[in-house]
């Protein structure tokens, strides 16, 4: 193994090492936040200054951001369903930086059972679903919705379900639960789409390296006057625009600096990138 491979493979158990240690402190803190938050009766936020929290430790100590490129306005929205493609465990950093206040996070049930983590979840409005019980999904999609349009409180769901770990810009398929929720509810559909960052973060590869992850959240698609009929539609054509967004935004400068595995002296801005791919394409072609 070259020192190269070595200083590689230290900087990923480094870096993920650090992220289990903000990950555990920030749960502490949501703990203690959630608590105060609700005492006051503003536990609807204390997901966002958790979620804030651990965007800044992580910056700190791995040195790992998400920057929103475009759309900042539309996280105003409010409520909505706030939607996102799902690649990595990385992903629990991307909210940190788009997560808006009023907003809950749905998870696993057996998360509830995680500690520190698990009781911060259930303290500050989370949406727990038992992916094994449909009926017991339905209900706590029924409550959901009625807590939005009571308390107009926002709810962010991963649609794809699981992570992708793509190594580019691709996406799984859509479960139908976070559309439900929003056609329910009648209230919008706002998604986020984060380029890939395989060269940021590639267990496989032992690779976690600092690096800025651009994210572009997209205007608030309507679903007033939807019934459960147009669901379907609403769940194809929402993937649809995401992926294409996504394709887009990882061909970007900033994006290319995610997914490119190395970035070589000399590439820094990398905006050669963005359209090299195309050119080769175009040359290949001409020939």
């Not at 807590?147 to 770990?165: A, C, D, L, N």
């Not at 294409?244 to 905006?271: F, H, I, R």
């Not at 090299?276 to 072609?285: I, L």
Request: net charge positive; hydrophobic share 45%; aromatic share 8%.
């Amino acid at each position: 193994m070259s020192a190269l491979d070595l200083s590689s493979t230290a900087s990923f158990y480094a870096r993920t090492l650090a992220s289990y240690g903000c990950l555990l402190l920030c749960a502490i803190y949501g703990l203690i936040a959630s608590i105060v938050f609700r005492l006051i009766g503003a536990h609807r936020s204390a997901q966002w200054a958790t979620a804030r929290a651990f965007k800044w430790t992580m910056a700190l100590t791995t040195g790992v951001t998400f920057e929103i490129v475009e759309g900042q306005e539309h996280l105003d929205t409010r409520p909505m369903v706030l939607i996102g493609n799902h690649q990595s465990e990385l992903d629990v950093l991307l909210l940190g930086a788009i997560f808006p206040k009023h907003c809950a996070v749905t998870a696993k049930s057996s998360l509830k059972l995680t500690p520190f983590l698990g009781q911060f979840m259930a303290l500050s409005g989370t949406v727990f679903i038992n992916r094994s019980d449909r009926m017991s999904s339905i209900s706590a999609f029924a409550a959901a919705a009625a807590e939005m349009k009571k308390h107009r409180q926002s709810v962010f769901i991963f649609p794809e379900g699981t992570r992708s770990y793509a190594k580019g810009p691709n996406m799984g398929a859509f479960k139908k639960g976070a559309f439900h929720l929003a056609v329910q509810a009648g209230v919008p559909v706002v998604p986020v789409v984060c380029a890939n960052y395989w060269g940021v973060l590639a267990a496989g590869e032992k690779r976690f390296r600092a690096g800025k992850i651009p994210v572009k959240v997209l205007p608030p698609i309507p679903t007033a006057n939807l019934t459960a009929a147009d669901v379907d539609h609403l769940t194809e054509s929402t993937r649809d625009l995401m992926l294409k967004e996504l394709v887009e935004l990882t061909n970007s400068p900033l994006g290319q600096k995610a997914t490119k595995a190395t970035v070589n002296a000399g590439e820094e801005d990398l905006a050669h990138l963005a359209t090299a791919g195309a050119g080769v394409a175009k040359g290949k072609k001409d020939r």
